[in-house]
């Protein structure tokens, strides 16, 4: 049975994760999951992850941590979090209920999140002898080194209203206002170009990366030469800006 569903509709897909009840990230789920973000194209503008039912993800199997599985978890893991930063369009994240270990560095590693003010987000791993690998690569880039270190050392939950005040989660709301928030959210990135929205998060990501300013300078420029200078949508989006007419957009 699929652990993994991809629904397209308004512009978006929408990838839910179904591994009741908690939506443990095994290698079976996670493998499921890299799949699903590979396949998805510049037309899709956006895709939106979230867990079926009450929870995001408690986590990976802990029963995959113990040393003679542990390699093949940490290489899944590897897969799955570049299959997130190599798709082609924005990945938003849904965190409601639990979103901790795996489930927490499946949303530190998507582009935007969203989470209910009451969803418990964090890395307890320290205190099951191990540390979150992910996490201490993306935290300090959400959060800072500072206050990653405390999620890291500590085992700290966040609630998903605290996150949004770290920076941890772009925004928060009641659970059960979350969804309409995502939906508006939804619908605004996929009124845009897919190719614009695609080049834009390689920027980001590509600057990101750099080791120096100047070097962050270069590699977005370059980009932006070599990616959206060229495409269709450029062409189409300025037209229509000084024909003062909606755009059509062909994500290309």
């Not at 998060?201 to 420029?221: E, F, N, S």
Request: glycine share 8%; proline share 6%; charged share 25%.
């Amino acid at each position: 049975m699929s652990l993994v569903t991809v629904e397209r509709k308004n512009g978006a897909a929408h990838v839910t994760l179904a591994n009741p009840p908690l939506n443990i990230l095994t290698c079976a789920a996670m493998k499921e999951l890299t799949q699903a973000f590979r396949e998805l194209k510049p037309a899709d503008r956006v895709a939106v992850v979230r867990g079926a039912g009450k929870h995001l993800s408690a986590g990976a199997d802990i029963g995959e941590h113990f040393p003679d599985k542990g390699p093949m978890l940490l290489e899944t893991l590897q897969g799955l979090l570049a299959s997130i930063a190599e798709a082609p369009v924005p990945i938003v994240a849904v965190a409601r209920g639990a979103c901790l270990g795996a489930g927490l560095e499946l949303v530190a590693a998507c582009d935007l999140v969203l989470a209910a003010d009451e969803a418990k987000l964090g890395v307890p791993e320290i205190t099951l002898g191990v540390f979150p690998p992910a996490a201490a690569v993306d935290l300090p880039l959400r959060v800072g080194a500072a206050r990653a270190a405390e999620l890291v050392y500590t085992g700290r939950t966040l609630s998903g209203k605290e996150a949004a005040a770290w920076g941890l989660v772009n925004d928060s709301a009641p659970d059960a206002e979350l969804d309409a928030k995502v939906d508006a959210l939804v619908a605004k990135l996929a009124a845009l170009s897919g190719a614009a929205l695609g080049a834009a998060k390689a920027g980001l990501r590509a600057a990101a990366a750099a080791p120096d300013r100047r070097a962050a300078y270069a590699a977005a420029c370059r980009l932006y030469q070599e990616r959206t200078l060229p495409s269709k949508d450029n062409s189409e989006g300025l037209k229509a800006f000084l024909e003062k007419r909606k755009p059509k957009w062909e994500d290309a």
